[in-house]
């Protein structure tokens, strides 16, 4: 943990947990564990970054937390009031980090408090939440966003950037797949997985990439799964999903995307999270595969459960640098650190007449501002709604995305006039 700047005229920024769970250690924890020493943006000088507090289930992992790192003051909220708490601990922004049903309401309350608020993937569930959120962050003049980190892959970078300068033109289909270990369903996400499936989870990694990377208008959603394990197999909770999704370009021409996913591999399979991409253009093919970075690591009874044997040293790696300091480094904690900079362009990157200004270009980023997220949200909703229906004996359902019945408009097997599930357009 770095030690802080102990000159008061230094900017602090206070920031918020909301849940602190698997994924606040993996990239929360190291960002503010190094943030907190001082972070230098041309735009806005010096300032720190704290972590204030957190609001979490029962309080346990942010008392065993604060209690491993000597952090003081923190403010530790349990409870149904603990968001609210929170938020009256004045702070500056709030990371919302708790399982994503329950994303909405909590920030929710941040954007209310006049807070800048970032949220884990997925934002949220649904378009409805999602046009709240948006037209409450632009009333109260604050930065929503959302983190989905996969885009700073560098390896991701490199496809947009090969897209963006027409090295490789018109995309016209793709696959992506993302498996998650067992222990993840049958223990790290054991409390709340009952109804809940990986496609939601970690295809929208995915549904992001695609998105944001080739633009284009999103025209369908269809998806299926399977159930049995995580749950009983004919009950609401998925073992694994395929997801297909029709986009449209500028040119008329289409491109479709199939993404599988599964938290049921097991656990001693070497990839541990396996991810695998890959999509054909008119002129190139682009191949992208986690396991085939290059490191594969055996240590005697330490690989593959402790120690993974294919290391993503890229996301969120503990190093010694070359000059003998340790760090924790990545995509993953590069960010959160990226929104930190965007809320402190905001508050301190000039004067306060110019702070409108600052909130609308920040706010335009669309890699990460909520509002650009309509077509991931509405990708995730569609999905969750063709699966809710599978769950009751109604599979095979597709989603037609702003066609003549509304925005997104869901057609089953047999029935000749589509259920709505949001009728603005998306
Ligand atoms: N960016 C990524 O790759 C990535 C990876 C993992 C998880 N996530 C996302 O992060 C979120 C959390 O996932 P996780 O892996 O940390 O889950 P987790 O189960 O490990 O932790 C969830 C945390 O939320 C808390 N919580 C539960 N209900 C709450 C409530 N009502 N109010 C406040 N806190 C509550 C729990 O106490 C726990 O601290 C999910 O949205 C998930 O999709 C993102």
Same mark, same amino acid.
């Given at each position: 943990m770095s030690t802080p700047l102990s000159d008061a005229t230094i900017p602090v920024l206070r920031g918020g947990m909301v849940g602190m769970g698997m994924i606040f250690d993996e990239t929360y924890a190291p960002f503010f564990e190094t943030a907190r020493g001082g972070l230098y943006d041309a735009a806005a000088g010096l300032f720190r970054v704290e972590l204030a507090g957190a609001a979490t289930r029962t309080g346990d992992r942010a008392a065993a937390y604060q209690s491993r790192t000597g952090i003081s003051p923190f403010g530790n909220f349990a409870g149904e009031s603990a968001v609210a708490d929170l938020l009256a601990s #004045? &702070?500056?922004?709030?990371?919302?980090?708790?399982?994503?049903?329950?994303? !909405?309401?909590?920030?929710?309350?941040g954007i209310e408090a006049g807070r800048h608020v970032i949220i884990e993937k997925p934002s949220v569930l649904s378009l409805d939440e999602l046009d709240q959120l948006a037209a409450l962050a632009r009333e109260n003049g604050v930065l929503a966003k959302v983190v989905y980190h996969k885009l700073l892959d560098p390896d991701h970078k490199k496809l947009r950037t090969l897209v963006q300068d027409g090295v490789l033109s018109h995309v016209n289909n793709g696959y992506c797949t993302l498996l998650e270990p067992k222990s993840i369903s049958g223990s790290q996400?054991?409390?709340?997985?009952?109804g809940r499936n990986p496609g939601t989870y970690v295809a929208v990694h995915y549904l992001k990439l695609i998105d944001f990377t080739f633009g284009g208008r999103l025209k369908s959603v269809s998806c299926t799964g399977q159930r049995g394990l995580v749950g009983p197999s004919d009950g609401p909770t998925w073992d694994s999903t395929q997801l297909r999704l @029709?986009?449209?370009?500028?040119? /008329?021409?289409?491109?479709?995307f199939d993404?599988?996913?599964?938290? +049921?591999?097991?656990?001693?399979? *070497? /990839?541990? +999270? $396996?991810q695998e991409v890959q999509f054909r253009f008119d002129n190139g093919v682009w191949n992208g595969h986690s396991r085939k970075r290059g490191v594969e690591l055996t240590v005697e009874d330490r690989t593959p459960h402790e120690l993974k044997t294919t290391i993503n040293n890229h996301y969120n #790696?503990? !190093?010694?640098? *070359?000059?003998?300091?340790?760090?924790? =480094?990545?995509?993953? &904690?590069?960010?959160? $650190? =990226? !929104?930190?900079?965007?809320v402190a362009y905001v508050e301190l990157g000039g004067p306060e007449e110019g702070r409108a200004g600052r909130l609308?270009?920040?706010a335009a980023l669309d890699y990460n501002d909520l509002a650009a997220d309509r077509? +991931?949200?509405?990708?995730?909703?569609?999905? $969750?709604?063709?699966?809710?229906?599978?769950?009751? /004996?109604?599979?095979? #359902?597709? @989603? $037609? @995305?702003?066609?003549?019945?509304?925005?997104?408009?869901l057609f089953l097997p047999g029935k000749s006039e589509p259920e709505m599930l949001y009728q603005g357009t998306v």
């Open positions: #004045g &702070i500056d922004f709030l990371c919302v980090a708790s399982p994503d049903d329950k994303h !909405f309401e909590a920030a929710r309350l996400f054991a409390s709340w997985i009952t @029709v986009y449209e370009y500028e040119s /008329g021409r289409e491109a479709a993404i599988h996913t599964s938290w +049921v591999t097991p656990d001693n399979f *070497p /990839g541990y +999270v $396996e #790696g503990s !190093f010694l640098e *070359p000059w003998n300091a340790r760090s924790r =480094r990545g995509y993953g &904690i590069e960010v959160i $650190e =990226r !929104f930190a900079r965007e609308a270009e920040m077509q +991931v949200v509405a990708a995730v909703q569609a999905m $969750e709604a063709i699966l809710a229906k599978h769950a009751v /004996g109604e599979p095979n #359902g597709l @989603v $037609e @995305v702003n066609g003549k019945h509304g925005g997104l408009a």
